[in-house]
């Protein structure tokens, strides 16, 4: 005997409770959510035993000295004992004479051997020292959007604490 | 007579949504909430993330506590830890700790982590310097100083 299938209406799911959790998600989403800056850094090894200011016996040092006035600011910035000024194109020259230290040659053996000893005034600026290191590391390059190396070893001298 | 209620079609709508959440999901970036926003950190046109990501890293911040017009409440530097503000001389101890914690989980190896120094741009360098110090002595050698790159000039 034949059968009649019946045609069952097709069961309509309850969509409520995804669309909560959906939205919860979204939510903790958009406030857990920081558009930050790219952030970017300078490596310095300071193995245990080299003290701060202590010399690598097989590398050539360059000295840049940072004076600071009682704020904090840069008063004097010298490399040997050339002085350079205090302002940003202190920092420019400072990048030149380090390009001229290591024979014009980014990259070449000068560039790894030569260390750069940055000692500072104890109060002064760290975003001063950003600069320093900046402009002994290297420089941005337009054409290639890439970062040319001059210095790979940075180290600081000892902390001149204040006296009193 | 009455009327049915009319159906909404909430296909649009959960395609909108969820293509929301996709791009919520790829863009958050849960290490960022280690930096705090206390630190405002100095600007450097060649300060890149490292291209190899580091083993093992410890961030630290370090900065003031400001009013609301930007003056310094106090004059020296603060460590920014999670939940308290120490100064420098009190990070020993944290340090000491944080050492303990490592050499259960490796021992016998020599510490490899890096110690990420998130900085405002006013720190004075000594108070940088002495920290480091105090992580040198506990047998720390890989340090990283943080900067927000900037774009370069045109």
């Given at each position: 005997?034949?059968?009649?299938?019946?045609?069952?209406?097709?069961?309509?799911?309850?969509?409520?409770?995804m669309?909560?959790?959906?939205?919860?998600?979204?939510?903790?989403?958009?406030?857990?959510?920081?558009?930050?800056q790219?952030?970017g850094?300078?490596?310095?090894?300071?193995?245990?035993?080299?003290?701060q200011?202590?010399?690598?016996?097989?590398?050539?040092?360059?000295?840049?000295?940072?004076?600071?006035?009682?704020?904090?600011?840069?008063?004097?910035?010298?490399?040997?004992?050339?002085?350079?000024?205090?302002?940003?194109?202190a920092?420019?020259?400072?990048?030149?004479?380090?390009?001229?230290?290591?024979?014009?040659?980014?990259?070449?053996?000068?560039?790894?051997?030569?260390?750069?000893?940055?000692?500072?005034?104890?109060n002064?600026?760290?975003?001063?020292?950003?600069?320093?290191?900046?402009?002994?590391?290297?420089?941005?390059?337009?054409?290639?959007?890439?970062?040319?190396r001059?210095?790979?070893?940075?180290?600081?001298?000892?902390?001149?604490?204040?006296?009193? | 007579?009455?009327?049915d209620?009319?159906?909404?079609?909430?296909?649009?709508?959960?395609?909108?949504?969820?293509?929301?959440?996709?791009?919520f999901?790829?863009?958050?970036?849960?290490?960022?909430?280690?930096?705090?926003?206390?630190?405002?950190?100095?600007?450097?046109?060649?300060?890149?993330?490292?291209?190899?990501?580091?083993?093992?890293?410890?961030?630290?911040?370090?900065?003031?506590?400001?009013?609301?017009?930007?003056?310094?409440?106090?004059?020296?530097?603060?460590?920014?830890l999670?939940?308290?503000?120490?100064?420098?001389?009190?990070?020993?101890?944290?340090?000491?700790?944080?050492?303990?914690?490592?050499?259960?989980?490796?021992?016998?190896?020599?510490?490899?982590?890096?110690?990420?120094?998130?900085?405002?741009s006013?720190?004075?360098?000594?108070a940088?310097?002495?920290?480091i110090?105090?992580?040198?002595?506990?047998?720390?050698?890989?340090?990283?100083?943080?900067?927000?790159?900037?774009?370069?000039?045109?």
């Amino acid at each position: 005997m034949a059968t009649r299938r019946t045609e069952l209406p097709m069961p309509k799911p309850d969509m409520t409770p995804m669309i909560d959790c959906v939205f919860q998600l979204m939510i903790f989403f958009m406030l857990t959510l920081k558009f930050v800056q790219a952030e970017g850094n300078f490596d310095i090894n300071m193995p245990i035993g080299q003290s701060q200011g202590q010399a690598d016996p097989l590398a050539q040092d360059l000295k840049v000295r940072m004076i600071a006035d009682p704020a904090g600011n840069l008063v004097s910035l010298q490399m040997g004992s050339r002085k350079l000024g205090n302002d940003e194109r202190a920092f420019i020259q400072l990048n030149s004479e380090i390009l001229r230290a290591i024979g014009g040659t980014p990259g070449g053996p000068a560039s790894k051997d030569t260390e750069v000893e940055i000692d500072a005034d104890y109060n002064l600026h760290y975003s001063y020292v950003i600069s320093a290191i900046s402009a002994c590391t290297g420089r941005f390059d337009e054409r290639t959007k890439n970062v040319v190396r001059y210095i790979e070893k940075i180290k600081f001298a000892p902390p001149r604490r204040p006296s009193n | 007579m009455a009327l049915d209620a009319p159906e909404v079609d909430m296909t649009p709508m959960i395609d909108c949504v969820f293509q929301l959440i996709t791009f919520f999901m790829l863009v958050i970036n849960f290490e960022s909430t280690q930096a705090d926003e206390r630190v405002k950190l100095p600007e450097s046109e060649i300060a890149k993330p490292p291209k190899v990501k580091r083993e093992d890293e410890v961030t630290i911040n370090v900065g003031f506590i400001r009013n609301a017009d930007g003056s310094k409440r106090v004059a020296h530097p603060l460590v920014f830890l999670p939940g308290e503000d120490v100064t420098i001389a009190q990070m020993t101890p944290r340090i000491k700790k944080d050492l303990q914690m490592y050499k259960l989980q490796h021992p016998g190896d020599a510490v490899k982590t890096t110690i990420k120094l998130r900085s405002d741009s006013e720190v004075p360098i000594g108070a940088i310097q002495d920290l480091i110090k105090l992580y040198q002595e506990e047998g720390y050698e890989k340090f990283a100083l943080q900067a927000m790159e900037e774009a370069p000039k045109e």
